[in-house]
């Protein structure tokens, strides 16, 4: 079992930057991929972006790609989402989640992950 905890969310003005942690306790990541979701009011749950924890790889949704970066931390066995020029359209909850078949084309599908934080929210102000 993986329990995931994630946190720095808030509010921010368009163009702000923000980073989200997700902690693991349990088990350590070890060969999982590890992804950031987010879903907005009404809205399904999109990949943002994904880690493999073992070779650092990553994927990133195209609406973020250059804005938002993923990284781990393998001594606190944290995964970051760092987050930069945010504008409006990224307000949602973010999750973050980890499969622990690790890297493949499945990580772009939110059902394929087995464990999952429980989100926090993130608001970009206008």
């Known amino acids: 079992q993986v329990q995931l905890v994630e946190s720095g969310g808030g509010l921010v003005q368009t163009g702000g930057s923000l980073r989200l942690s997700c902690a693991a306790s349990g088990r350590t990541f070890s060969t999982h991929a590890v992804g950031w979701f987010r879903q907005a009011p009404g809205k399904e749950r999109d990949l943002v972006g994904a880690?493999?924890?073992?070779?650092?790889?990553?994927y990133y949704a195209g609406s973020v790609k250059g804005r938002f970066t993923i990284s781990r931390d393998s001594a606190k066995n944290t995964v970051y989402l760092h987050m930069n020029s945010l504008k409006p359209e990224d307000t949602a909850v973010y999750y973050c989640?980890?499969?622990?078949?690790?890297?493949?084309?499945?990580?772009?599908?939110?059902?394929?992950?087995?464990?999952w934080g429980q989100g926090t929210q993130v608001t970009v102000s206008s």
């Open positions: 880690i493999s924890w073992s070779t650092g790889n990553t």
């Open positions: 989640a980890a499969d622990s078949r690790g890297w493949g084309p499945h990580i772009v599908r939110a059902y394929e992950y087995d464990y």
